[in-house]
């Protein structure tokens, strides 16, 4: 018979929020609800992203982002989502996203708060009309200035600044995965309740059995990137026994990386003349997902410094990225310092 006096504990996000809010004081309840608020945004955009085909919202709308990507339709509901449940809170002081040139102030009308959203709402769109799992990245600061008007050099600071950061995953189930500077928990979406339950607690990235990245970019790679591929694929002394996965969506890659142990990377490579450093953001992409990974025991580069450790010099501002095992990820620093030359 079931023991149905010790029932195993239901943990939500808010419990498990609450119960790290118990052990770390300084974490404060405003950062709870924050938390909460990107949680239930992941439930609402992960209502349409499961009907994408049903919902009329596949395809392009004719619009083009500061990217100069055309915005799909799911973008645009993923970014309104986001916006329109944490910019009245009275939480934030402002918000930055991939979808908008400049960074949104919270609206007169709203209460102004202590922290700062950055965050790609649908990264990975493209890949919503061919079914393909798709993500939201967010990212959380404290604001620079004690009042007044948010300035966009607020948001320039480095990941390590960062109080908590995270991704929602809209795969075969939906999570919802994040730190707060005490470790990386994953929460898996039970359609059955609306709620996210604990199901990953203290995430640690295993031994490595994958690597992903875009092999058909590897001509227009550096030398030291190219030794690092065949390093990886087991030549000439290198790791044996990786696997290549490549979904072609950045959170998808990076989540399998952290659960199933191993790297993803998107190099700085000469295809676009005018995105020299590659096509990941480091704002809103790259620096949330490096603490992530250096929480659960990896680490992220941008191939000669920790990413963690880049300060933005503007919102959108591009950065090649290698990210994961932490071993995998320092080889490549050695490769690059030793065969591309100083910077
Ligand atoms: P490529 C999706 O468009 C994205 O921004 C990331 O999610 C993903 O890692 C990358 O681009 C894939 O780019 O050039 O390999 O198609």
Do not use: C
Not at 88 to 104: I, V, W, Y
Not at 235 to 243: A, P, Y
Not at 321 to 331: A, C, N, Q, T
């Amino acid at each position: 018979m079931p023991d149905h006096a010790d029932p195993s504990p239901i943990i939500t996000i808010e419990r498990h929020i609450l119960d790290e809010q118990a052990v770390h004081p300084e974490a404060t309840g405003i950062l709870t609800n924050i938390l909460y608020d990107l949680a239930l945004a992941g439930k609402v955009i992960a209502s349409k992203t499961t009907r994408a085909g049903l919902a009329e919202i596949l395809g392009r709308t004719e619009d083009v982002n500061v990217q100069g990507e055309t915005v799909m339709k799911l973008d645009r509901f993923a970014d309104l989502t986001v916006t329109r449940l944490t910019d009245h809170t009275g939480r934030l002081a402002g918000l930055a996203s991939e979808e908008n040139a400049s960074f949104l102030p919270i609206p007169a009308q709203y209460p102004m708060g202590k922290y700062l959203l950055v965050f790609d709402p649908l990264d990975g769109s493209s890949n919503v009309d061919f079914n393909m799992p798709v993500g939201t990245i967010f990212g959380i600061y404290h604001r620079l200035k004690d009042g007044g008007p948010v300035t966009e050099d607020e948001f320039l600071q480095p990941g390590r600044d960062l109080v908590a950061a995270g991704y929602i995953a809209y795969g075969t189930s939906t999570m919802f995965v994040y730190t707060a500077g005490h470790g990386v928990h994953g929460f898996t979406l039970d359609p059955a309740v609306g709620e996210f339950l604990l199901s990953h607690p203290n995430i640690r990235i295993p031994r490595p059995k994958y690597f992903s990245v875009n092999l058909g970019y590897q001509t227009y790679w550096s030398l030291g990137v190219r030794r690092y591929t065949e390093y990886l694929q087991g030549r000439e002394g290198g790791v044996k026994g990786l696997s290549l996965r490549y979904i072609g969506t950045l959170v998808s890659d990076f989540h399998r990386n952290l659960l199933a142990g191993g790297v993803f990377y998107y190099p700085a490579d000469s295809k676009d003349p005018k995105a020299p450093s590659g096509k990941l953001r480091l704002l809103y992409e790259a620096a949330p997902l490096a603490l992530i990974a250096e929480q659960a025991g990896g680490y992220a580069s941008n191939g000669r410094k920790p990413i963690l450790d880049v300060t933005p010099a503007s919102l959108h501002q591009r950065t090649p990225l290698f990210i994961g095992d932490r071993e995998l990820v320092s080889k490549v620093e050695e490769l690059i310092r030793g065969l591309d030359g100083a910077e």
